[in-house]
C-alpha cells in the first residue's frame, strides 16, 4: 500500500491554536498511517521563551501518528526561513509533503483529499500545487469534479521537483518589477500580490508563499482547490499571528461531508465561474472594504 505524504507541521508561540491543530489531525482518517514532521521556531525575545516552550511540552506529548520527528530550534529561525528549511529538508527524503502551519483546523478528510491530489497530478505539466482551502464559492451547475483550478498557490501539498525550482531570492525580482506587462499579469489571480511581492523582497514581511506564487506564475501552472474547504484558519484571531489581522476575510464553511474519495479530473483548465469569484475575493475592492 502506498504511504500518504508526510506532514510537515511549523508552530512558534501559539500554544493554544498548536493544540487544536494537534487535535484535529489526529482526528484524519489518515493520520495513523502518516509520518509527522514537527518544526518548532525558537524565540525571537526573551518575553516570547514561556509560550515557546508551551508549545514544545505539546509537540513532545503528541501521538497518533506513524511515525513522529521532532525538531526544535534553540534559536529564532523566522516564519519564512523556517518553513522553507523545514520543508526543503524534508523533500530531501520524500517526493511530496503536506504542510500545515499551528493555526489550521483540518478536517478529518483532508488529509486524503491532498494525497489524492498530490498521487493525481504528480507528474501532471500544469498543476503546480494542491490546496486544502477554498472560499465558499457558489458551485456551477452540473460540476462534476471536486476540484477547481486557479493560477494562485495554495501549497497545502506540494512536489519536490516544484519546491526546489522555486527562486527564493527572486533574483530577476529588478526586471519584473519594472514590467508593467508582467506586474499586470501577475496581479490577474489577485490583485494583492505584486505588492505582496515587493513587501517580501524589501524584508516588510516575512512571507514564504507569495515567492511560491511568484514561481507558480513564472512557470504558467495551476493549484488545484477543493470545491469544500478542508481547513479553516483559527489564527487571525491570535494575537501571536505574524502576518493577519483581526478581521479573517478568509472564513470559510470547512467540509461537513467527510466523504474520502474524490472526483479529480484528467483535463487541468480553469472553470470561468469558478475564476470570477475567486478574482473577486482577491479584487482591490473587497480587500479595500474589509482590510
Not at 511549523?10 to 498511517?33: G, H, M, S, W
Not at 506529548?61 to 513522529?68: A, D, K, M, V
Not at 477547481?148 to 527564493?168: N, S
Not at 516575512?206 to 506564487?213: F, G, K, N, P, S
Request: net charge neutral; hydrophobic share 40%; with cysteine.
Amino acid at each position: 500500500m502506498l504511504l500518504p505524504a508526510p506532514i510537515v507541521l511549523f508552530a512558534y508561540k501559539r500554544p493554544d491554536e498548536f493544540r487544536r491543530t494537534i487535535v484535529a489531525l489526529q482526528a484524519n482518517y489518515l493520520a495513523d498511517q502518516s509520518e509527522l514532521y514537527v518544526f518548532i521556531d525558537g524565540p525571537k525575545h526573551p518575553i516570547d521563551l514561556p509560550k515557546v516552550e508551551q508549545v514544545r511540552a505539546l509537540a513532545k506529548e503528541i501521538t497518533g501518528f506513524r511515525i513522529i520527528h521532532l525538531h526544535i530550534s534553540q534559536t529564532n529561525i523566522g516564519c519564512a526561513d523556517s518553513i522553507i528549511n523545514g520543508v526543503s529538508q524534508v523533500l530531501r527524503q520524500h517526493a511530496s509533503v503536506v504542510v500545515v502551519e499551528d493555526d489550521i483546523l483540518t478536517t478529518p478528510n483532508f488529509l486524503d483529499f491532498i494525497n489524492q491530489g498530490l498521487v493525481k497530478f504528480a507528474t501532471h505539466p500544469k498543476v503546480f500545487s494542491v490546496g486544502g482551502y477554498t472560499f465558499p464559492f457558489s458551485q456551477p451547475a452540473n460540476y462534476q469534479n471536486d476540484v477547481y483550478f486557479y493560477g494562485r498557490t495554495c501549497a497545502w501539498g506540494i512536489w519536490a521537483d516544484r519546491w526546489f525550482k522555486t527562486d527564493w531570492q527572486v533574483s530577476d525580482f529588478s526586471a519584473f518589477i519594472a514590467n508593467p506587462v508582467q506586474r499586470k499579469a501577475f496581479n490577474y489571480y489577485g490583485s494583492d500580490r505584486v505588492r505582496m511581492l515587493r513587501r517580501t523582497v524589501q524584508n516588510e514581511i516575512d512571507a514564504w508563499d507569495i515567492r511560491l506564487c511568484y514561481e507558480q506564475f513564472k512557470r504558467k501552472q495551476l493549484t488545484a482547490y477543493p470545491i469544500i474547504s478542508k481547513v479553516e484558519n483559527i489564527g487571525f484571531y491570535s494575537v501571536d499571528s505574524v502576518n493577519t489581522n483581526i478581521y479573517n476575510r478568509y472564513k470559510t464553511v470547512p467540509d461537513q461531508e467527510f466523504k474520502r474519495e474524490f472526483t479529480l479530473p484528467e483535463q487541468v483548465t480553469e472553470h470561468a465561474q469558478y475564476t470570477r469569484q475567486f478574482q473577486y475575493q482577491c479584487s482591490l475592492g473587497v480587500r479595500f472594504l474589509i482590510d
